[in-house]
C-alpha cells in the first residue's frame, strides 16, 4: 500500500494489488459466525452472555391473521385461567353487622333548609325520619349505621360531612332532605296568624346523584333500588326538575322508572369515596304533603323503602311490605 505522510514522501510498499483484492472477497464470503465476525450479530442481538431485555420495538409473536370480519382472538378466546373482573352491577354482599352506613341529616339547625307551608324548617322534617330510619335500620341487623348530625353554617357544614364519611371509610352514604320550589313559584297564606308561603303544583320524592362520584354506577344502583321501592310504597316521584321554570334547579333525568336526577356538583354527592345518594322525600312546601310528611304513617313507609332497599343491595332476602291503604290512596 501507499503510507502519505505527512511530508508527503511516499514509500513504496505495494504487495501485489491482485493479491489483496482476493484476500479481501475470501474475508467477507466466511459464514458470519465464524473467527471474529462474530460481533456484528451481538451489535443487533446483544450478547447471548446477557439476559438483556428486548428492544423497545421487538415485535411480539406472530399469530395467524385474522380474519377481516372476526373478532380478536383475545377478546373471544380468553385463557382458561383468566377470571373476568366482577361487574359493578353484581349484587353487593355484605354483613349487615358490619356495613358502614352512613345516614346524613340534611342542613343544620343553624342553616336549617327550607320552610315549611306551616313555618317548621326542613332540618326538623330531615332529622326526625333519619332518626326513624336509623333505628329501624339498626333493629334490623344494620347495627353499624351511624346518623350524621352536623351544625354550623351551610357550606362549611358540607365540607364537615365529606370528612366524616371518608375518614370513617363509610361503604355507602345517604342524605336526608325535604323537597321545596324556587321562590318564584311560591303563594302567600296565613297559618295561625302568620303570614307563610307554599305551593301545591309539585309533591312526591326526588333521589340525586353525580356522575362526579367514585363510584357513579354504585350510587344508581342504589337510588334505583330506593326510588322502586318508594313506587312500591304507593309514594309518587316529583317529575319538576325537568321543566325549564325550575331555572337553574333544573337537573337532567336519569331514571323515569325510579325517580333518579343527576346533581354532579354537590358537594356530598361528588367528594365522597364511597357510593352516595341524596333523598327528597317529599314536599313540605306543599300544604297537603306537609302533614303527610310529618305523620309517622308516611315516614313509616319511607323507612320500609329504604330499609328494603339497603337489604336489596346487600344481597340479603327482603320483601317490601305493602303500603296502608288509606295513606296510599290518600298520596294519589
Not at 17 to 44: E, K, M, N, Q, Y
Not at 191 to 216: C, I, M, P, Q, W
Not at 276 to 296: K, W
Amino acid at each position: 500500500m501507499v503510507f502519505s505522510g505527512i511530508f508527503g514522501r511516499r514509500l513504496r510498499v505495494w504487495p501485489d494489488f491482485r493479491t489483496i483484492i482476493a484476500a479481501i472477497v475470501a474475508l467477507l464470503l466466511l459464514p458470519i459466525d465464524v473467527s471474529s465476525a462474530g460481533f456484528l450479530s451481538d451489535l443487533f442481538k446483544g450478547s447471548p452472555k446477557r439476559n438483556n431485555p428486548p428492544p423497545k420495538h421487538a415485535a411480539a409473536p406472530k399469530r395467524a391473521a385474522p380474519s377481516r370480519h372476526a373478532a380478536p382472538e383475545l377478546a373471544s378466546r380468553p385463557d382458561a385461567d383468566d377470571k373476568p373482573a366482577p361487574s359493578k352491577h353484581a349484587e353487593t354482599k355484605c354483613e349487615p353487622a358490619k356495613f358502614r352506613l352512613i345516614v346524613d341529616v340534611g342542613h343544620t339547625a343553624e342553616s336549617d333548609g327550607a320552610m315549611s307551608a306551616r313555618n317548621v324548617p326542613e332540618f326538623q322534617f330531615n332529622l326526625h325520619l333519619a332518626q326513624r330510619l336509623v333505628e329501624k335500620l339498626k333493629s334490623e341487623g344494620f347495627s353499624t349505621t351511624r346518623l350524621l348530625v352536623t351544625g354550623g353554617r351551610a357550606r362549611p357544614s358540607l365540607a364537615t360531612r365529606v370528612a366524616s364519611a371518608n375518614n370513617w371509610h363509610a361503604d355507602l352514604f345517604l342524605s336526608i332532605h325535604h323537597d321545596s320550589v324556587p321562590d318564584k313559584m311560591m303563594e302567600k297564606w296565613e297559618f295561625e296568624g302568620k303570614t307563610s308561603h307554599f305551593s301545591d303544583r309539585f309533591s312526591g320524592y326526588g333521589l340525586f346523584v353525580s356522575k362526579e362520584n367514585a363510584d357513579f354506577e354504585t350510587s344508581m344502583r342504589f337510588a334505583k333500588l330506593i326510588g322502586t321501592q318508594m313506587r312500591a310504597q304507593g309514594i309518587k316521584f316529583a317529575d319538576q326538575y325537568t321543566l325549564p321554570l325550575m331555572g337553574k334547579y333544573r337537573h337532567d333525568l336519569l331514571d323515569r322508572d325510579a325517580g333518579i336526577y343527576r346533581y354532579d356538583h354537590l358537594i356530598v354527592l361528588m367528594q365522597t369515596h364511597m357510593p352516595a345518594v341524596l333523598l327528597e322525600a317529599g314536599s313540605i312546601i306543599n300544604r297537603d304533603e306537609e302533614l303527610q310528611m310529618a305523620s309517622p304513617a308516611r315516614q313509616d313507609r319511607t323507612v320500609n323503602a329504604v330499609t328494603t332497599a339497603l337489604k336489596q343491595f346487600c344481597g340479603l332476602p327482603a320483601q317490601s311490605p305493602p303500603p296502608p291503604d288509606a295513606q296510599a290512596k290518600a298520596d294519589h
